[in-house]
């Protein structure tokens, strides 16, 4: 299992009650599965509708990851 970090933004953030937890995971399904039971219904539905990125670039679909990885939540913004 890698140590990893999960930072939240946004909703996301506003949902989980936290801005960054640790995790021990090995891959990226894995960590958000873990993530949404541990935060809940209202978490689960921004999860569902937010982009994903490792260490600073974009990832669609699972990915193993690494200890010290950084995963970020980014729920879609809007605004005017």
């Excluded at 990893?4 to 933004?9: A, E, N, P, Q, S």
């Excluded at 670039?57 to 005017?80: H, T």
């Amino acid at each position: 299992m890698s140590k990893v970090t999960l930072r939240l933004f946004a909703g996301a953030r506003e949902a989980a009650g936290a801005g960054a937890v640790e995790y021990e995971a090995d891959n990226l399904a894995g960590l958000l599965s873990q993530a949404k039971i541990d935060f809940g219904e209202q978490f689960s539905e921004i999860l569902d509708i937010s982009r994903i990125w490792i260490n600073g670039e974009p990832v669609e679909g699972d990915f193993a990851i690494s200890n010290g990885d950084e995963v970020a939540v980014l729920p879609p913004v809007s605004g005017g």
